[in-house]
């Protein structure tokens, strides 16, 4: 049986977030999302959501955590509530623009190496994408 609060309507037990860790308001697709969620078995595993990202987005998380912030990719991961895929050239791009990232952020580097070692890198899934092989234009029939 569904419940009313403040003229908005949540499921028993459904205890989803009003606003994520970083202050902004859930739109109504992640509110579907959480009370979608909280109805499945706890060992379901619907309740991890894959979440794909790339060097930037990563980057940006460990420089919030280096600086004493919180990331919310990097809490849901810990939590288990997200499992990060990257691709294989990923984890050396960041590697790569780590000592950029230090220098943008006047963060050390080696709290940003600490940060990625330790926090994030451990929490990454990496998947092997192969090569990608551009058309040439002589076999594009369009051309």
Do not use: C
């Not at 009370?35 to 499945?40: E, G, H, K, P, V």
């Not at 990257?86 to 952020?105: I, M, N, R």
Request: glycine share 4%; no cysteine.
């Amino acid at each position: 049986m569904a419940t009313r609060t403040a003229g908005t309507r949540t499921l028993p037990g459904a205890e989803r977030p009003r606003r994520l860790a970083s202050g902004r308001d859930l739109d109504r697709t992640e509110h579907l999302a959480f009370a979608y969620r909280t109805q499945l078995p706890p060992t379901s595993f619907l309740r991890i959501l894959p979440v794909a990202v790339d060097a930037n987005v990563l980057l940006r998380a460990i420089a919030r955590i280096a600086r004493g912030h919180s990331s919310d990719l990097i809490t849901a991961a810990r939590a288990g509530a997200v499992r990060i895929y990257v691709g294989e050239s990923v984890p050396a791009e960041v590697d790569e623009h780590l000592l950029d990232l230090a220098q943008s952020t006047r963060v050390a580097i080696e709290e940003l190496q600490r940060v990625w070692e330790a926090d994030v890198r451990p929490l990454l899934r990496v998947v092997e994408t192969g090569s990608f092989e551009h058309p040439s234009p002589k076999h594009d029939r369009r051309a």
